[in-house]
């Protein structure tokens, strides 16, 4: 995980946005001694004047990088769901299979799901390439961007702990919407530095389907209840 964490940084590095991304120093994995990941330390801001539209524009020009197809170089975490990121020329193939469908199947083995759920993710997965029919480019995206995953920091707004993979940008929004803790100014700043195709609203709960079935295979509990009504509202 620590070795994912450390590409994920360099990759948003070479983005050369105004986000401060901590160099990493040296990562490891686990051999005989413990795995970790060194990076340089960030000074937390003594004031925040100025920081959400900093933050906001960041983030677009983070989405100003792009690639050839949909996925990284190697697989990386989201929390701790391994996400298989095989890059993939068509954006809805690679959402409904490589994030829908295959955490699906994780739940599917580790929690068990019923029969009814499992004809309406099927369904689903099956009308993606309807729902997501815009135009899309391969777009480097943060991956897990909540609350707890910025800082603001002496030098100006901060990215860490990322979950980084070239997908719609729109995907970036349905985290930093599902919990909040994103203001009304890194909104404007963002629309006003790349502005977003019309619709993207009403795809925002499509792209929190993914996180909300991550929480359900991570920590069960009402997050399952949650997704399948979610599943439901584009069927």
């Known amino acids: 995980m620590f070795l994912k964490e450390a590409a994920g940084l360099n990759e948003m590095s070479l983005a050369g946005t105004s986000l401060i991304i901590p160099k ?16 340089e330390y960030l000074q937390p801001a003594s004031h925040t004047s100025g920081m ?9 020009q983070l989405h100003r990088k792009i690639a050839g197809a949909y996925g ?7 929390g701790t769901t391994l996400q298989d990121n095989t890059w993939t020329d068509n954006w809805p193939e690679f959402y409904a299979q490589r994030r829908i469908g ?5 739940i599917r083995t580790s929690r068990g799901i019923s029969s009814e759920e499992l004809k309406i993710y099927e369904k689903l997965v099956g009308r993606v390439p309807q729902l997501l029919a815009h135009q899309t480019v391969p777009s480097l995206i943060h991956g897990d961007l909540w609350s707890g995953n910025y800082m603001y920091t ?7 702990d990322p979950a980084c993979y070239y997908a719609d ?19 404007d700043a963002y629309q006003n530095e790349f502005p977003l195709p019309e619709g993207w609203r009403e ?10 079935l991550n929480h359900y295979l991570l920590f069960g509990g009402s997050y399952g209840w949650q997704a399948f009504e979610i599943a439901k509202e584009y069927l």
């Open 24 to 39: 990493v120093i040296w990562s490891k994995e686990i051999d005989e001694s413990p795995g970790f990941i060194l990076m």
């Open 52 to 60: 959400d539209e900093r933050l906001g524009c960041g983030i677009a």
């Open 203 to 212: 795809r925002i709960s499509l792209y929190q389907l993914y996180h909300v």
């Open 169 to 187: 940008r729109e995907m970036e929004f349905g985290m930093m919407k599902l919990f909040g803790g994103f203001s009304v100014q890194v909104w």
């Open 102 to 106: 295959n955490l699906v199947q994780q």
């Open 154 to 160: 002496a030098n100006g707004p901060a990215l860490i």
């Open 72 to 78: 990284f170089y190697q697989p990386n975490y989201c």
